[in-house]
């Protein structure tokens, strides 16, 4: 099993130099009864979440869990698939997982496509300055055909000795 950021499949992405007062989707902020309003869950429920792995709150230094919005949203999504759905928590962290395995899959294909159209960008400008290079006093060699030429020959008159 894959996951990214700080474990768990609510995982965040890589880390970043960032304000750390600023405020983002992923910024742990919700003690766990806030959380379990905002998603609709008892804490119990949230609790047993996290002891599956299927969404992995910040802890402070005491081990108190600190939920995001992004984990809000995530809690949400469980809530859906297992009640709407008729999913069962099993598969619910599967698809979590395989959703989180695509996210990355589409992250590092975009990096590949960058590089290599900068790999084209740089090939062609190498390509334009060999091009600029090229001497301009030189007379281009154009081929005679062979077929269109007419050799005469002469053979030696043999010698009397």
């Known amino acids: 099993m894959e996951t990214h950021g700080r474990g768990g499949l609510g995982g965040r992405g890589p880390g970043r130099s960032r304000n750390p007062y600023e405020l983002t989707d992923e910024s742990p902020v919700y003690v766990i009864s806030v959380a379990a309003q905002l998603s609709g869950l008892h804490p119990q429920t949230l609790r047993q979440y996290?002891?599956?792995?299927?969404v992995s709150p910040d802890r402070t230094p005491g081990r108190g869990r600190r939920?995001?919005?992004r984990d809000i949203e995530l809690l949400r999504q469980?809530?859906?698939l297992s009640q709407d759905e008729g999913i069962n928590l099993a598969g619910i962290k599967r698809i979590i997982e395989l959703e989180n395995q695509v996210a990355a899959?589409?992250?590092?294909?975009a990096e590949l496509q960058s590089?290599?159209?900068g790999a084209a960008a740089a090939m062609q400008q190498r390509e334009a300055q060999?091009?600029?290079s090229y001497r301009r006093d030189l007379v281009p060699y154009q081929d005679v055909h062979q077929g269109s030429a007419l050799v005469v020959w002469r053979p030696k008159p043999k010698r009397r000795d």
Do not use: T
């Open 67 to 69: 939920y995001s919005a």
């Open 50 to 54: 996290d002891r599956l792995g299927l």
């Open 115 to 117: 590089a290599v159209e």
């Open 105 to 109: 899959l589409q992250s590092r294909v």
């Open 130 to 132: 060999v091009h600029a």
């Open 78 to 80: 469980v809530q859906q």
